[in-house]
């Protein structure tokens, strides 16, 4: 047909891609960074330089929705590391996640958050290297019980990280829980995981994204602005399971993710065992109490006795850490023994 104008082509999810990536293979994300295959440039002036080059793979340590993360040698420093692989989709809030975890880790100085080595693209893949926290996860490491100061030493270590992401950064965590609380044999506890973090504007959040298990009753409820009170919420969720060894809302008891979130909103919030003190008890239930304007502040949270007598008492995190790391080793090769026996079976 001659005469008129031409038919638009139909866009296409790949035709977004231009937005992002430039002809050279940079990802840039509205100039607040900037991936390449060699580092990333953020726009406050600070870099980190690296590449997979310089990287030699040494064993997967986990997989989930994310991508897969694996533990690696980086040559020129001799330091291991654990990289983050993380596949780019042509989603907004996927790319959203992405600058939002490497905005936090990279602003991030403190003892209680993991260190940032940098991070770099290649292809459709952002990879993030950072700390090796060689214990792993406190999901993983609470099964062989944990005694009233330990249990202190990590709620510390989760309120200080906590605290300094809304005092410093302004940011609300959103996704506290055990599988993003991590360990070393050194004994030090670090948060992880930023990709579902959110800003506070005058101090609220809005957005409802985050692991739903271990949300507040007024984040389910309710589809309206919150506080890092929801945030101390799934902190008193994640010291009960840590304390009892096993999520306190299991799906074995509740046949449904609705009748799960039915008991998070409308039954008497769970308990620490009884073998915990009076401060360890009143710490949880004051984390727990459903109306959030009614928790305490990260602040008032430090100054409570639960925490403040074990201030200037030198907690043995390093053996416990370093038992829980060895019977995890021992279980997960049995476990492997039993896998590889059933496939043989059938």
């Given at each position: 047909?001659?005469?008129?104008?031409?038919?638009?082509?139909?866009?296409?999810p790949f035709a977004n891609f231009s937005r992002f990536v430039d002809p050279s293979g940079k990802l840039n994300f509205n100039g607040k960074a900037i991936l390449h295959s060699d580092g990333v440039d953020f726009s406050n002036g600070n870099s980190f330089k690296i590449n997979m080059d310089e990287l030699q793979l040494l064993e997967e340590l986990g997989k989930g929705q994310y991508g897969t993360v694996q533990k690696v040698f980086h040559k020129p420093t001799n330091v291991t590391m654990a990289m983050k692989e993380t596949r780019l989709e042509l989603d907004q809030s996927k790319l959203n996640s992405?600058?939002?975890?490497?905005?936090?880790?990279?602003?991030?100085?403190?003892p209680y958050i993991v260190e940032f080595y940098g991070a770099f693209f290649i292809e459709t893949c952002v990879y993030y290297c950072m700390e090796y926290m060689d214990a792993g996860s406190l999901d993983k490491l609470y099964q062989i019980g944990v005694p009233e100061d330990i249990l202190a030493g990590i709620t510390g270590s989760m309120v200080?990280?906590?605290?300094?992401?809304?005092?410093?950064?302004?940011?609300?965590?959103?996704?506290?829980?055990?599988?993003?609380?991590?360990?070393?044999?050194?004994?030090?506890?670090?948060?992880?995981?930023?990709g579902v973090s959110g800003q506070l504007v005058q101090s609220l959040a809005k957005t409802r994204i985050g692991c739903q298990s271990y949300m507040a009753p007024e984040r389910i409820s309710q589809n309206q602005t919150y506080t890092v009170q929801s945030d101390v919420w799934s902190l008193g969720l994640s010291i009960v399971e840590t304390a009892e060894g096993?999520?306190?809302?299991?799906?074995?008891?509740?046949?449904?993710?609705f009748a799960q979130l039915s008991a998070i909103v409308g039954s008497p919030p769970p308990r620490l065992p009884e073998k915990?003190?009076?401060?360890?008890?009143?710490?949880?239930?004051?984390?727990?109490?459903?109306?959030?304007?009614?928790?305490?502040?990260?602040?008032?949270?430090?100054?409570?006795?639960?925490?403040?007598?074990?201030?200037?008492?030198d907690i043995d995190m390093k053996s416990w850490a370093t038992e829980a790391m060895e019977a995890r080793k021992v279980r997960e090769a049995e476990e492997k023994t039993k896998r590889l026996a059933t496939s043989e079976l059938s």
């Open positions: 047909m001659s005469g008129g104008s031409p038919m638009a082509q139909p866009e296409t992405i600058l939002m975890e490497l905005d936090v880790l990279h602003k991030s100085a403190s200080k990280g906590l605290k300094f992401l809304k005092d410093e950064l302004s940011i609300i965590h959103r996704d506290v829980k055990p599988t993003n609380v991590l360990v070393n044999s050194k004994g030090q506890v670090k948060l992880c995981d930023f096993s999520y306190p809302y299991p799906p074995e008891k509740y046949n449904s993710v915990y003190s009076e401060d360890a008890q009143t710490f949880v239930a004051m984390c727990l109490l459903k109306d959030p304007g009614q928790r305490p502040t990260y602040a008032q949270l430090l100054e409570h006795p639960f925490l403040s007598k074990y201030e200037s008492v």
